[in-house]
Structure formats: C-alpha cells, structure tokens
C-alpha cells in the first residue's frame, strides 16, 4: 500500500478547497483504517464551504466529507469488530453516553460529542468510540452509494419521529433538495394522506412528483399557501417541513402550518440570523414549532435496515458520480444545478 493518500481538504478559510497528497493515517489502538469507496456530497458540506459552520463541530483546517462507506483495511490493537475486508459505514458522530443529555436519552445533543469528517479522501481513520457507538456492517445487497445515504437519511428519520407525522394527515415540505425529498419518502411510508412540495426549481419539484408527491408549488409564480388551502379546504397542513435553511422559508413554514398544526424547522440557518413569529399563532393555535438537529446512533441503524429492506429506496438521489479530483467540481455543479441532488466521490 502506498504511503501517500489523497484527501480533500479546507486549509485557509471558506471557499480555498483543494486536493493534496499526505501521508497514509496510522491507526492506534482500538482504532480502524477505512478505504473509502463512495463520499456522497451534502447540503451541510455546501454551507460549510460558502459560509462556515459551528466551531464546536468543525473547525479549519480539515478534511470534510461525512458521508461515506468503504473497506476495512487496518485494525488497531484490541479491535474484535469489524474484521479486516468487511464492508462498513459509521456515524459521523459518537455520544459519550454519560453526559446529561446521553443520560436524558438526547444523544444527538451530546455535550461531549466526537464528531468524525475526513470522508473526502481514499482512507479514514475511524476512531474506537465510533466504532464502539456508531459504526455498521454494510448488507451485501446495497451498494457503497445508498450506504453513504444513511447518514441524511438518519437525520431526517429523527425528525419525522419528532414532529409526528400521523396517517392521513397533510404534510408540506419546503425544499426539495435530497433532504426534502428523504423527507417526502419517509413522510409517505408514514401514511401521510397528502404531501404537498414547494422549491423555487421547477426541475426539482419534477423530481418530487417522480418521488411521489401529490403536488407541488413554486412560489416564483404561486403562493404555497393557496395551493394548501385548496388542497385542505383551507385548514392548511397538519404538518410543515422546512427542510432549506433560511429564515425567510422558516417564516414560510409559519403561514403554512393549520391549527394545532406541528412545524419542523430542519434545514439549519446562517450563524446569528431570526426570525419573526406571531405569538396569535402560537398561542391561539396551539402551533408546535420544533427544531432538530443531527441524529442518534439509533436513527443510523434504522436508516441502514430501511435502505437494506428496500423499504425506502434512496438510489434515484445520486444523479452523477465523479472523482475525487474533481471535487471542486463537483460542489460547483451542485451550486449552479438545476437538477444534481447528490453526487458519489469515488476516491
């Protein structure tokens, strides 16, 4: 095996990626080496490159990239689990288990969470608390790319547990984007009645409507909220998802949502930004507005199961695959594309 390994990496701030070579990472005890086989790109990698992100979950200089799946090709001392050539995926995050929030059961909320990037590059060192919280064994009956899926995947399964989608109800999504349309997918398995999808690209509401939407809106050219009080004789939705990340599709997601309605604020904003919220809503409508964040290890199990069943099927999401060379490239296609949703980095 070679001693040098290419990797992807942000150096000197915001924007500056580039592919450089370095030295093959050492696994130490506990520890496992991963040949990454397939780097699926994200909307968190996106916002990372154009505006930064919290500094308590990463910080620069650093590889980036956390969704992925590859080969086992090193283990450390003490390792039983996984083996030498077995196909596995892991969390990009650890909880400790002991904090207060692990012991009130919110580990996405962690206080002392281990975070794991790096997943743009031909190998990963995987630390032991990963591997002992938050790794998987891979099914042989899905591919590297809808195995890297899991990660969104979980993310948003933690939110639909935590909004509620019950059956019949009526569920908009603002957003259809790969997570928006996880949303969709998960939102029909749940038994939604009707699945209503806004996005600003026509394209993209075509994909939604593939995916199995009921029906979709831009609000370039229609308001979502008479569509939605159309399709609900004007009780609007049981359920809204904003799934963009914006505060003025947050606010969106208010005038969207019916009375006792729940809101799920999911798609994170830009650092220091707010929004404005009619406290008539909240109070005289009994409106839920709930954010969440990332995931548990739970939700990265569920996920992978849902794929490997075939109970959800995540492949028309990776609409192009190129390497990791390109990988400038590639965050250019996704930022000017009317149609990529995800793109596999093979490194």
């Known amino acids: ?18 592919v450089e070579y370095v030295k093959k990472p050492l696994v130490d005890s506990g520890e496992v080496l991963v040949k990454v086989k397939a780097a699926t790109t994200c909307g968190t990698d996106l916002k990372i490159l154009q505006r930064g992100y919290l500094e308590k979950v990463i910080s620069l200089p650093t590889i980036f ?21 077995m196909r596995i995926r892991a969390g990009n995050s650890a909880p400790c288990l002991k904090c207060q929030m692990c012991r009130k059961g919110k580990y996405n909320l962690c206080e002392n969470m281990l975070w794991l990037w790096g997943a743009y590059a031909e190998y990963i060192r995987v630390p032991s608390r990963t591997i002992q919280v938050n790794a ?21 399964l933690h939110g639909a547990e935590k909004v509620g989608i019950e059956i019949g109800s009526t569920v908009a999504i603002i957003g259809a984007g790969p997570i928006g349309l996880l949303h969709l997918l998960v939102a029909r398995k749940l038994g939604a009645g009707k699945i ?87 109070h005289y409508s009994e409106v839920t507005v709930m954010g969440a964040f990332h995931t548990t290890p739970l939700h990265f199990s569920k996920a992978l199961k849902l794929i490997s069943s075939g109970t959800l099927n995540v492949k028309p999401l990776i609409t192009k695959k190129m390497s990791l060379e390109k990988i400038n490239e590639a965050f250019k296609t996704l930022t000017i594309s009317k149609s990529d949703l995800k793109i596999a980095i093979a490194p």
């Open 1 to 18: 095996m070679s001693s040098e390994t290419m990797r992807a990496a942000m150096l000197y701030g915001i924007k500056d990626l580039r």
């Open 136 to 156: 998987q064994e891979i099914p042989h009956n899905i591919t590297y790319e809808e195995a890297a899926l899991v990660e969104p995947l979980a993310c948003v």
């Open 196 to 282: 209503i999808v806004c996005d600003l690209v026509d394209d993209r509401l075509a994909f939604a409507k593939k995916m199995g939407a009921d029906e979709t809106v831009n609000p370039k050219t229609t308001d979502p909220v008479e569509v939605v009080n159309q399709l609900t004789k004007d009780s609007k939705a049981d359920v809204v998802i904003e799934a963009i990340g914006l505060p003025a599709t947050w606010e969106q997601a208010l005038r969207l949502v019916a009375k006792g309605g729940k809101i799920l604020e999911f798609g994170g904003c830009p650092p220091g930004t707010h929004i404005q919220v009619d406290t008539e809503l909240l």
């Open 65 to 85: 990239g956390h969704e992925w799946a590859g080969d086992v090709v090193e283990v450390g001392q003490g390792v039983t689990w996984p083996e030498i050539g």
